[in-house]
């Protein structure tokens, strides 16, 4: 994909999140998201960050988790999600347009993180959120080969993942077939998405993350 079309992505995506949030409860805005230990609040908050931070500002938040990268970004999320719930929307609305990287950010990484994010906290809402099949793909195949802090590709040796409604596969194994919005969320360490894949796989992954047959 061209730099102007993840950016057209990012930009729908963060839209149609702003839409999805302020149509929330106030309870659902407290609901636990996929990510371990973040609500639906926390996640939102998380992605207004990108697009509104500053240098000194994660630098700052770099020194107080004393250099912890997921105690950072958890950090700062948290602190983010004190702001109203309108302000959150308004942020993300006011992010669109905004092609604006966070220090340090990739524009994958960018891409990836609000696809994903999104469905972090659609899915325990129980809420649909078709995900757009290029970037899905680009993002699966970024994923796979990032490494820190994902390290799919070690999470998930001995594994071959292949789409059912897009032209990707990745590793070598027993298979673990799905849709690649299914697999990207896998990718990403979410377990939420298994019970959508198929394959003599998806019985070493419930072993090896203790989820029910």
Same mark, same amino acid.
Request: charged share 25%; no cysteine.
């Given at each position: 994909m061209e730099r102007n079309e993840m950016w057209q992505v990012i930009d729908a *995506?963060? /839209? #149609? /999140?702003a839409d999805l949030l302020a149509d929330l409860s106030d309870v659902e805005w407290t609901y636990p998201s996929l990510c371990d230990g973040w609500t639906v609040r926390d996640v939102a908050a998380h992605l207004t960050l990108a697009p509104h931070g500053s240098v000194g500002r994660i630098l700052v938040a770099v020194i107080k988790a004393r250099g912890n990268f997921n105690r950072m970004v958890h950090d700062t999320a948290v602190e983010q999600a004190a702001l109203p719930t309108t302000q959150l929307v308004q942020l993300l609305r006011d992010a669109v347009g905004k092609h604006r990287l966070a220090p340090g950010q990739k524009l994958k990484d960018a891409m990836m993180d609000v696809l994903v994010h999104g469905q972090d906290i659609a899915l325990p809402l129980g809420l649909q959120r078709p995900m757009p099949l290029e970037p899905a793909v &680009? #993002? /699966?195949?970024? $994923?796979? @080969? !990032?490494? %820190? +802090? %994902? @390290?799919a590709r070690k999470r998930l040796a001995g594994l071959r993942l292949v789409a059912t409604?897009? *032209?990707?596969s =990745?590793? *070598?194994?027993? *298979?673990?077939?799905? +849709?690649?919005? =299914? $697999? $990207? !969320?896998? $990718? =990403?360490?979410?377990? =939420?998405? &298994? +019970?959508?894949?198929?394959?003599a796989g998806v019985a070493t992954l419930t072993a090896k993350w203790g989820l029910a047959a």
């Open positions: *995506e963060r /839209a #149609s /999140a &680009v #993002s /699966a195949d970024h $994923l796979w @080969h !990032m490494g %820190f +802090p %994902f @390290h409604d897009a *032209e990707w =990745a590793g *070598e194994g027993d *298979e673990v077939r799905g +849709p690649i919005d =299914a $697999l $990207l !969320m896998l $990718l =990403a360490g979410r377990t =939420a998405t &298994v +019970p959508r894949l198929t394959g």
